[in-house]
């Protein structure tokens, strides 16, 4: 069969804009360090009024993983729903420079392109309000079969769990890729993402997921469990490839009744925590459809995602082949 | 009098696009380094569609001194135009968001706010290509007399100088100024704009600027001299004081017969020169308002230029108040 992506992401297409802040501006505005609120268009006015400077950078989870995998040289497609405004001219902007093919149809008018506001406290954590504007239309008709037929991989993000139709064209684009052959990769995304749909993700995972992500607390959640040891025996089995990454303690992949630790790579300085997970689902993707084996698909996603805490936003800065190939030539496998 | 005001600024408003680019780009794309080139909008949009994944910061010259007076812990005001689109809410949340007065008027529909493309280069010189949009339609109405009658000084930049009507304002506010006692402080922005109106700019330090600031090579290029001491010699005696950035090698401070040699503040590594000027320009004029020596003014100044340029946008990232505090902590004067 003809494979023309390496990995196609499906996700909500948006746009962040990030901002420093102390602790206690999160408790005056009753945000949640860490998490990820959806939050309707007067809230994200009103919380932008009282925010400080910001910038822009192009977001959305899977969309970052496809950024990623385009920069370390990977075949990237993205579908995702922008409004033909500027910050949707942006986000298409960034995904296409990078050689990404992204052919979803924009909206003309309302509601606008979607936004996050980043809130980074000077602990490098990112704490995140979306206001999902367009991303709301995004529905089983703009999964295009041929593309997802096209990729080796479909990579879906549990943020799409939230909205019904966004849902049911996730639905269509894992049987379309099943059916083809090919593998299914999701996301769990957040912790609270997972609390709010515990029992469709897990079937989900046992019916339509080949290779999941999940840091450990989202992990965790999803069983219902306490320990790290616990979340793991209840995955083992459910999917073909498990990667449970854990911050500055690197990352575990699970396959069969393999497990492999994987070293977090060393950061200078930890600026921004924003897209750590979506770069190391990047690397790994890459890795996995060009061939490598898994401990090494861990390792490439550890150099993603150092590259991406180093600074602010949620895309590389430094073109990650580029890093990856330094990096190996410094340390040989 | 009353002093609502330390610095207002008036200047292009525009939001900055900010890529890598490697020096085969801007030969292939016919840019010179270092400069700033107006585009129309049909050449931003081509050359955006070749330009790699970007950021989004707002910008504009003035702005960014603003900002940084701001950062400070001056009180700042800025005369500017955007369209009220997306990019002209992003551009005045940011100064608004730093306590920033900005009062201008938006316009509806199209111009679109102003756009800088800006390549930056591996040795972080940055080549701006500005669509000015909604800036062209800046005139002497914007010009607010109470706000400048209320300003310690006034703050133009040379690239206002391009546009007819904003000259007029640039001319307006001047004269409203020294009418109401205050001071006018003007940058000369870039060496092209020094060439495309040599002998206005000279009418103008001569008759309306109090504090000049330039680079070394704008300051050469008006007086058409090549040797920096030349140029001294030229301006000595036009303005009040006149600072004359060096880039590494720091700044020269002219008051009367006086002169100070201040250096540059060390950088870990510089990443993106965008902002350098404007920054020192907003460090000194923070310093002369608050009533500092002006040895003090010309080291603030290095201080704000340093962060600037120690990363991406011309924007403070670090509160540039909390950072001159601890400088004076660690080297008292």
């Not at 192009?58 to 922008?82: E, R």
């Not at 912790?191 to 999941?212: K, N, Q, T, W, Y």
């Not at 861990?298 to 430094?318: C, K, L, M, W």
Request: net charge negative.
């Amino acid at each position: 069969m003809t494979t023309a992506h390496d990995v196609v992401g499906i996700g909500n297409a948006i746009v962040d804009v990030i901002s420093h802040a102390e602790d206690k501006f999160l408790e005056r505005n009753g945000l949640v360090k860490g998490s990820m609120t959806l939050i309707d268009e007067a809230r994200a006015g009103e919380l932008y009024d009282r925010m400080g400077p910001a910038i822009e950078i192009s977001g959305g989870s899977a969309a970052n993983t496809i950024a990623g995998v385009a920069s370390l040289g990977g075949k990237g497609a993205y579908i995702g729903k922008v409004c033909d405004d500027q910050l949707g001219d942006v986000f298409a902007h960034d995904l296409r420079a990078l050689g990404v093919a992204f052919e979803t149809k924009a909206i003309t008018g309302s509601p606008s392109t979607a936004r996050s506001l980043i809130l980074v406290t000077p602990d490098a954590q990112r704490t995140m309000n979306t206001y999902l504007g367009a991303c709301v239309e995004l529905g089983p008709d703009d999964i295009d079969e041929a593309t997802i037929r096209g990729a080796k991989v479909t990579y879906l993000e549990g943020y799409l769990w939230d909205k019904p139709t966004a849902k049911e064209a996730f639905l269509k684009a894992a049987r379309i890729a099943h059916d083809g052959g090919r593998k299914v990769s999701l996301t769990l995304s957040d912790s609270f993402c997972v609390e709010r749909h515990r029992a469709s993700f897990r079937d989900l995972i046992d019916g339509h997921v080949d290779i999941l992500f999940a840091n450990e607390h989202e992990i965790m959640a999803l069983y219902e469990v306490d320990t790290l040891e616990a979340a793991i025996e209840a995955v083992r089995g459910a999917c073909e490839i498990v990667a449970i990454t854990r911050s500055a303690r690197g990352s575990v992949v699970l396959s069969g009744p393999d497990a492999f630790e994987v070293a977090a790579e060393r950061v200078g300085k930890v600026v921004d925590t924003t897209g750590a997970g979506d770069l190391y689902a990047a690397g790994f993707l890459y890795g996995l459809t060009s061939g490598r084996p898994l401990a090494e698909c861990g390792r490439i996603g550890s150099i993603a995602a150092a590259e991406v805490i180093s600074h602010y936003g949620a895309r590389p800065e430094t073109p990650l082949d580029r890093l990856v190939a330094e990096r190996s030539a410094a340390n040989p496998a």
